[in-house]
C-alpha cells in the first residue's frame, strides 16, 4: 500500500479552459482551492471526429489549444504552462489513451498489423455494452495488444508516448480504460517508466469493472485506481464492499462528477446544499479526489469531448469556491483522509443520517463522519456519548468545513442542515 500523500485533483478540461496560454487563471483559482494536482484529457491531435480521446498523431498538439501566431511552437507552449503551474505547488496529469487511436491515423497504414482487423479487411473498432445495448464508437480503431505479431514494436511507440509525455512535464497519467489491455503490458510499462522517471504515477481508469476486475488490473503496478462512490445511494453496503476489496491492492480516486457524466447541479436541479454534500463525501471517503473545472461555479453544460468550447463558460451565481477550500484543507491536515483507512458504516435511529467511521493505519488518527444524507431537510442525529463511537474512546474535536462546534456536549443532540456533514477527530493513544 502507498505511502498517504496528498491527491487532490482538478480536472482543466482543455476545450473548455482554451488555448495553453489562457490556463493560467484555472490553474491559480485551483491553487486557492487547495488542488495540487491538474489532470487534463488528451491534448494531442485529433482525429477526424474531433474527439479528444481519439487520437491522430501522438506527437502533434490540437490546433484549438495552442496559438497559431506565437513565435514558440505548441511544444514551448504547453511547457511554459506546465512550468506556471509547478510555479503554483500543482503537478500536472494528462490521459494517457494507448487502447486505440482515431480510425484516419497514418498509424493503420504505416503498421497494420498493430491493429485488430474485422473479417472483411476493416480495422475494428472499440466498443462497450451500456444498458445492454453495444455501443460501437466508429472514429477510432482499436490496437491488437493481445495478438500482433509485433508486440515489442507496439510496446516501443507507447513507452515512446510515454517518455515524450513525461518530458514534456507531466507526472502522472490517467490510464483510459486500463482494464482493456493486458496486464503484463502494464506492468512492463509502469516499471520501465519509473526506472527512468521513478516520481512518475499511474491512475487505472476501471470504472464499470467488477471489483475484481479492478482488484487485478491494479495488482498490475497502478498507483492509484477510480472509485465509484459518485453513484452510491448512502445505504446500500456496494460501496463499502467494493472499497474493501480493492483497499489494501491500490488507493482510489473518489470523485462528485467527472467529464463523463451530466453535471451534478443539473442532476440536483441546483441544490447547493447536495453539492456540498457530494464534495464532502468525495473528499473525504478514499485517499484521492478528483473535481472537473465549473463544478465550483454550479456549471450544468455537460463537458463534450468534441464540441465543448471556451465560449460555454457559464456565469451563475454560484461559487462554492470557498467551501471547497475547506474541505480540501480538512484533507491536507489529516493524514487519515489521504489513505484507504479502515472504514465502517455506523448503526444510527435516523435512516436519513449516514454515521461513517474512519481508522488511519499509517497514524493514531481517527475520524467520524455524520452526514445528513438528506438535501431537502433537517435531520436529527443524537448519542449519549460521541467519544464512544470512536475505538479509542477519546474525545473528538470538530473540523468541520462549516458550522464547526467548540463544545461537543454529553449526550449530544443536533440538527443536522440539508446535506451538512460533521466532521469529527480525534488520536488513538500512544
Known amino acids: 500500500m ?20 489562457q490556463w493560467e487563471s484555472h490553474l491559480e483559482r485551483a491553487a486557492e482551492m487547495g488542488f495540487n494536482w491538474i489532470f487534463v484529457n488528451p491534448i494531442q491531435l485529433p482525429g477526424l471526429s474531433g474527439s479528444l480521446y481519439s487520437i491522430k498523431d501522438y506527437f502533434s498538439f490540437n490546433p484549438l489549444l495552442f496559438d497559431k501566431e506565437s513565435s514558440k511552437p505548441p511544444k514551448d507552449q504547453i511547457k511554459e504552462t506546465i512550468r506556471a503551474a509547478e510555479k503554483l505547488g500543482h503537478k500536472m496529469m494528462i490521459d494517457l489513451v494507448i487502447n486505440h487511436c482515431s480510425i484516419d491515423s497514418m498509424l493503420i497504414k504505416d503498421s497494420p498489423n498493430w491493429f485488430q482487423w474485422e473479417e472483411k479487411g476493416k480495422v475494428a473498432h472499440p466498443y462497450a455494452n451500456e ?24 510496446y516501443r511507440f507507447f513507452f515512446k508516448i510515454v517518455k515524450y509525455l513525461v518530458e514534456l512535464g507531466f507526472h502522472g497519467f490517467r490510464c483510459d480504460a486500463a482494464y482493456q489491455l493486458p496486464g503484463s503490458l ?16 499511474f491512475f487505472a481508469e476501471t470504472l464499470g469493472c467488477t471489483p475484481d476486475q479492478t482488484r487485478k488490473t491494479a495488482r498490475t503496478g497502478f498507483d492509484y485506481i477510480f472509485n465509484s462512490s459518485k453513484w452510491w445511494d448512502f445505504t446500500n453496503p456496494w460501496l463499502l464492499e467494493q472499497f474493501n476489496l480493492t483497499r489494501e491492492t491500490a488507493p482510489s480516486v473518489s470523485f462528485p462528477e467527472s467529464h463523463d457524466t451530466p453535471r451534478l447541479f443539473d442532476e440536483l436541479n441546483g441544490n447547493i446544499d447536495g453539492m456540498k454534500q457530494r464534495y464532502l463525501l468525495s473528499a473525504l471517503f478514499s485517499a484521492g479526489t478528483m473535481m472537473p473545472v465549473g463544478f465550483e461555479f454550479g456549471f450544468q453544460k ?26 480540501n484543507r480538512i484533507k491536507e491536515r489529516y493524514t487519515i483522509f489521504q489513505e484507504e483507512a479502515p472504514t465502517e458504516v455506523l448503526y444510527t435511529d435516523n435512516s436519513n443520517i449516514l454515521l461513517m467511521w ?8 481517527e475520524a467520524l463522519l455524520i452526514l445528513n444524507k438528506d438535501i431537502y431537510h433537517h435531520q436529527h442525529f443524537e448519542t449519549q456519548r460521541l467519544a464512544d463511537l470512536m475505538q479509542s474512546g477519546a474525545a473528538c474535536t470538530d473540523v468541520s468545513p462549516e458550522y464547526p462546534l467548540d463544545f461537543l456536549p454529553e449526550p449530544f443532540n443536533y440538527d443536522l442542515r440539508p446535506g451538512q456533514g460533521i466532521v469529527l477527530v480525534t488520536k488513538r493513544d500512544g
Open 131 to 154: 444498458d445492454g445495448k453495444k455501443v460501437v464508437w466508429g472514429d477510432l480503431a482499436k490496437f491488437d495488444n493481445e495478438q500482433t505479431n509485433d508486440k515489442e514494436g507496439l
Open 358 to 365: 474512519k481508522a488511519s493505519t499509517h497514524t493514531r488518527e
Open 186 to 201: 502494464w506492468e512492463r510499462l509502469i516499471m520501465e517508466t519509473k526506472k527512468m522517471y521513478p516520481d512518475t504515477l
Open 2 to 21: 502507498r505511502k498517504p500523500e496528498k491527491m487532490i485533483i482538478y480536472n482543466l478540461f482543455p476545450l473548455l479552459a482554451g488555448k495553453f496560454a
Open 302 to 327: 455537460r463537458l463534450h469531448v468534441v464540441k465543448t468550447r471556451p465560449k460555454d463558460w457559464e456565469k451563475t451565481e454560484v461559487d462554492l469556491t470557498s467551501f471547497i477550500g475547506q474541505v
